[in-house]
């Protein structure tokens, strides 16, 4: 009998890891409206960086995103109007991510602070704040499984909370 070993052998999917030749840092292929691709890993300066997992929720005003791990060291966010980019290192691990955002955000507004459990982004949304419910993060697909929304503190559009609640003290 026959077998083909490489039939055998578990996928990325299975063992947890990305698929292979893809990559974060603007070598992927451009991203829609010209914003940078992150998907699967990275090698900047010869060191492969994972992708960090992002958790994000908003408010009528804000687009709060979490990357919520221990001991996470040399944090680097960088906001522009189109993208998020967030490069940290893990238990000795770099990660990094580039997210093309759904929409525009106004960077002299928008900051974000890190601890060594988590990194907390506050995006601004621009104007007109009525027409920008976001419904997702992102439009790119390769970033689904890094990127998902934060199902505890979730509102929808038509919910009283999501017009009065207020996130002023970050």
């Not at 077998?3 to 974060?24: C, K, N, S, Y």
């Not at 960090?52 to 109007?81: F, Y």
């Not at 000795?92 to 982004?121: C, K, M, N, T, Y």
């Not at 993060?137 to 503190?153: F, G, H, S």
């Amino acid at each position: 009998m026959n077998v083909d070993a490489a039939a055998l052998a578990p996928t990325h999917e299975a063992r947890g890891e990305d698929t292979p030749g893809t990559t974060i840092a603007g070598t992927a292929a451009p991203a829609p409206n010209g914003a940078r691709s992150a998907v699967g890993t990275a090698k900047a300066d010869g060191i492969t960086a994972r992708p960090a997992p992002l958790i994000w929720h908003q408010t009528r005003h804000k687009v709060l995103v979490n990357c919520v791990l221990d001991s996470l060291r040399d944090v680097d966010v960088d906001i522009d109007e189109t993208c998020l980019a967030l490069s940290a290192t893990h238990h000795g691990q770099r990660l990094a991510i580039d997210v093309p955002l759904r929409h525009e955000v106004d960077v002299g507004a928008s900051h974000w602070f890190a601890s060594d459990r988590e990194v907390v982004i506050v995006l601004a949304k621009k104007a007109p704040l009525d027409a920008t419910y976001w419904m997702s993060l992102t439009e790119e697909p390769a970033l689904k499984k890094w990127v998902r929304p934060d199902l505890i503190n979730w509102l929808e559009e038509d919910d009283v909370k999501y017009a009065s609640r207020s996130f002023k003290s970050m």
